[in-house]
């Protein structure tokens, strides 16, 4: 069963540094890997999603890279800013399954 | 266009009561998928839809969960015998196709508390 880790659990830092969250994942068997951001409360909003055949996707100051054979990817957040306070998720969509397999988040906030 | 919408938004119930979890996937979507949120934790998958047909219950804990889609749209969650383990957020998403390498679009979530 594929397996999804996110280090760290928390992180808060000063606005305007630029940051990287980790996501970890045991099979590298996956049509794409996905990053979402969820504020307290609300649901899940897909921030950027990565094929298996490419390196890295960038959306504005974000930017996601997947290395699959080493089942890692990172996000890189650029210039952080206080609504960038959410919690971020990692998300492995499996060949041959039909859902996604979520990580834990990230909790992260930008101190202004 | 509309997003995934859920009703209620907020479900409060006492242990062993039956409860009914609400989602209207985005128009046209014939994927339809429910997760379940437990606190500090990432959602774990229950059950996706084709269409009306439930293709993967594998996500079910047991059988006092069950879901239907009767017309292949709108879904129901529908738990018995609630107990405190059940408090948690219960997520719908929907996709265009299903079948994987889709972008899933979520719901805000149904709050569960069972007292």
């Known amino acids: 069963k594929q397996e999804v880790t996110q280090i760290p659990a928390a992180l808060s830092v000063p606005e305007g540094e630029n940051l990287v969250l980790n996501c970890s994942f045991t099979?590298?068997?996956?049509?794409?890997l996905q990053w979402f951001r969820q504020d307290p409360g609300k649901g899940l909003t897909s921030l950027l999603l990565?094929?298996?055949?490419?390196r890295e996707q960038t959306s504005g100051r974000l930017n996601a890279s997947l290395d699959k054979s080493s089942g890692r990817s990172t996000l890189y957040i650029a210039a952080s800013q206080p609504g960038d306070s959410a919690t971020y998720l990692c998300a492995a969509d499996q060949t041959g399954a039909n859902n996604l397999f979520f990580g834990t988040g990230t909790r992260l906030t930008v101190i202004p | 266009g509309a997003g995934v919408s859920q009703t209620p938004s907020n479900k409060v119930t006492e242990k062993g009561k039956y409860v009914e979890l609400r989602c209207d996937p985005i128009?046209?979507?014939?994927?339809l998928y429910w997760y379940r949120q437990s606190l500090g934790q990432g959602p774990e998958f229950l059950i996706y839809f084709q269409g009306t047909g439930a293709a993967d219950d594998s996500g079910l804990p047991n059988d006092r969960f069950f879901a239907v889609r009767p017309e292949g749209s709108v879904s129901t969650l529908k738990i018995q015998r609630t107990e405190r383990g059940d408090s948690a957020v219960y997520l719908c998403?929907?996709?265009?196709?299903?079948?994987?390498?889709?972008?899933?679009?979520f719901g805000p979530g149904t709050r569960l508390l069972v007292l």
């Open positions: 128009s046209g979507h014939t994927a």
């Open positions: 099979d590298s068997a996956i049509y794409n």
């Open positions: 998403a929907s996709s265009l196709m299903g079948g994987g390498q889709e972008t899933q679009y």
């Open positions: 990565i094929q298996s055949s490419q």
